[in-house]
Nanobody, 120 residues
Framework: QLEESGGGSVQVGNSLSLSCAAS????????MGWFRQAPGKEREFVAL????????LYADSVKGRFTISKVNAENTVYLQMNALKAEDTAVYYC???????????????WGQGTQVTVAS
């Protein structure tokens, strides 16, 4: 199981940090991803990280503003979000898969999501 935390409401330009804790060990073959879904929109890819190598990938919309990281010993992945924009408002989900993929269908374990609201 995955459990996200750290969501909340902030003003445009501010920062927020999300955490995703796994209830069991994340194996080196895993890929951990962050996705988000805004009201009335489809779920979209935000960022991913390979558990073994730390290789990352970002959506163009967040590149340079968001940073995904991990602490292997804690089985936890983080998403540091800086320079937040109103369009970043969404429910953010953590997910686990085994493919280096930005497609939500390639992830098979999902958290319950955490709301991020950016007020303009």
């Amino acid at each position: 199981q995955l459990e996200e935390s750290g969501g909340g409401s902030v003003q445009v330009g501010n920062s927020l940090s999300l955490s995703c804790a796994a209830s069991s060990r994340i194996y080196s073959s895993s890929v951990m991803g962050w996705f988000r879904q805004a009201p009335g929109k489809e779920r979209e890819f935000v960022a991913l990280i390979r558990w073994h190598s730390g290789t990352t990938l970002y959506a163009d919309s967040v590149k340079g503003r968001f940073t995904i990281s991990k602490v292997n010993a804690e089985n936890t992945v983080y998403l540091q979000m800086n320079a937040l924009k109103a369009e970043d408002t969404a429910v953010y989900y953590c997910a686990k898969g085994h493919q280096y993929s930005s497609k939500s269908a390639d992830y098979y374990v999902w958290g319950q999501g955490t709301q991020v609201t950016v007020a303009s």
